[in-house]
């Protein structure tokens, strides 16, 4: 299992495990629903120094960059480091959230991220240098990004909320992605409707942190509740707080790390629609807001989309 | 049967350290020990020799003295007389055993634990005196592991590379705070 060796690797984990009597190994053949006993990592923690808590792999340090983790659940903006490696995971997960809505992304040739940031071009490996899929990243505040995304013509499209409603606000005629990945913050769900009219794609809302990647896809049926990506992920719900388990490989390794989200429970299938898998009921953290410079409000258009 | 090191670094551990036995009645107890095993004890020159081999002739004084007190001291002494080792090159044993503690800190043996189990361990590494419920690889696995310079260059290691994580996530976050002043509205 990825995530063992990974904690092994990291001094703060070996710390962290040693201190309860514990060791990474221990994690082998234990079911992960016993995670509850075990030591975890807040966001505040992480934030502090994150340095301890990686465990890297020859090279892996030449493709680390620094993440801004928003304040739109708490403190922040905050630095994570995030790795080139991290992008195949976040792929995966993209493409788990996909397959529900029933998108094969197997057979992607591109994607395309449409950046709505104003400043520096974001790297392309916020992504990760896709060995799998390329993603190309466009942004949507430089003249002629629509030409640019015809011409590209990606099978799907991630983006943030306010990326989302800039495009359906331009009125430019593109053409229609087979799903878009909306990230960030939470998706409003007259944009998500409004969206999947207008690109005749079906539209995912993604709940995803810099620290954790994507770990959870809104409900088709109702925006409220969100399904667990459970190929990447095992998620818990500790008195409110969300701790996520990651599963993937990577060089920040994450065990019951309490995101500051929070969630009214979570429960073994989807009240809403017939999924049957583990569901968060009630999630709440990164929400819209009317003032607040962490809000995707900051960057909606003033007009709405028609 | 092998050498009871366990009750050996227990009955070391809680003797009062001081006063070691110095110079020359160190040399005569080690002498000593190594008649119980049927072997013709070092010269004298072979013992300076020795204690020079460690790097400095001041402290391999030091872990002759350590040596010599656990022979005195412990079950060490009366352990050794159950062996009769067919080997016969006690001085180049003992030079080897010298050689393998250059940059153990001396200092340290007194009041650790691991130090003293190190000076041990290879000291019956050299003489190839087998150790009381441990295979020869387990002992060569557990010599490692008390290894003083094998662990500092580890730690070495280890610190350079935290010094180079540590550089690049401070120049990354910095280029991204640079670049992107408008950054607060970021991502996630």
């Known amino acids: 299992m990825a995530l063992v060796s990974r904690l092994d690797g990291s001094r703060g984990w070996r710390d962290r495990l040693g201190a309860a009597g514990l060791s990474a190994r221990a994690l082998l053949g234990r079911p992960l629903e016993e995670l509850g006993d075990w030591p975890g990592l807040s966001r505040e923690e992480l934030s502090r120094d994150p340095l301890p808590w990686l465990a890297l792999r020859e090279g892996e340090l030449e493709g680390m960059y620094a993440a801004w983790s928003s304040g739109s659940s708490g403190q922040g903006p905050l630095a994570v480091p995030r790795f080139d490696v991290d992008g195949e995971d976040r792929l995966a997960r993209f493409a788990e959230a996909a397959r529900a809505r029933g998108v094969d992304l197997s057979s992607a040739r591109c994607g395309a991220f449409l950046c709505a940031l104003p400043g520096r071009p974001e790297p392309l490996t916020w992504l990760g240098q896709a060995r799998t899929v390329p993603v190309q990243r466009l942004s949507l505040l430089k003249d002629g990004w629509a030409e640019r995304l015809c011409a590209l013509a990606p099978d799907f499209w991630t983006l943030s909320p306010a990326g989302l409603a800039r495009v359906l606000a331009s009125g430019a005629s593109v053409p229609s992605p087979r799903v878009v990945l909306s990230t960030a913050l939470q998706l409003p769900g007259e944009l998500r409707r409004e969206a999947e009219r207008r690109l005749r794609c079906p539209v995912v809302d993604l709940f995803s942190t810099a620290e954790t990647g994507p770990f959870a896809a809104g409900c088709p049926a109702d925006g409220r509740h969100f399904h667990v990506l459970t190929g990447g992920a095992f998620v818990r719900v500790d008195a409110g707080g969300l701790r996520v388990t990651r599963l993937g490989d990577s060089p920040l390794p994450l065990l019951n790390y309490l995101v500051a989200d929070r969630a009214a429970g979570l429960a073994s299938a989807c009240p809403s629609c017939r999924h049957s898998g583990p569901t968060l009921l009630g999630l709440t953290g990164r929400t819209l807001s009317e003032k607040g410079e962490h809000s995707t409000a900051a960057f909606l258009p003033r007009a709405p989309a028609t | ?188």
């Open chain 2, 1 to 188: 049967m092998g050498i009871p090191l366990k009750p050996v670094l227990a009955a070391l551990g809680a003797l009062p350290w001081d006063p070691p036995p110095r110079g020359a009645v160190s040399c005569a107890i080690l002498s000593d020990g190594i008649r119980d095993l049927g072997l013709a004890p070092p010269s004298a020159s072979a013992f300076r020799d020795a204690a020079a081999a460690c790097g400095d002739a001041e402290r391999g004084a030091v872990l002759l003295q350590v040596l010599a007190f656990a022979l005195s001291r412990t079950p060490l002494g009366a352990s050794l007389a159950q062996h009769r080792p067919t080997w016969r090159d006690t001085e180049k044993r003992l030079l080897s055993a010298l050689a393998s503690m250059k940059g153990l800190p001396v200092e340290q043996v007194p009041r650790n634990g691991f130090r003293r189990e190190e000076v041990l361990r290879k000291f019956l590494h050299a003489f190839e005196l087998p150790i009381d419920g441990e295979s020869p690889a387990e002992s060569a696995t557990r010599l490692g592991a008390v290894d003083f310079r094998r662990l500092k260059a580890a730690m070495d290691r280890e610190e350079v590379e935290r010094r180079r994580v540590a550089e690049a996530w401070a120049k990354r976050k910095a280029e991204e705070a640079a670049a992107a002043p408008s950054r607060t509205g970021s991502y996630e």
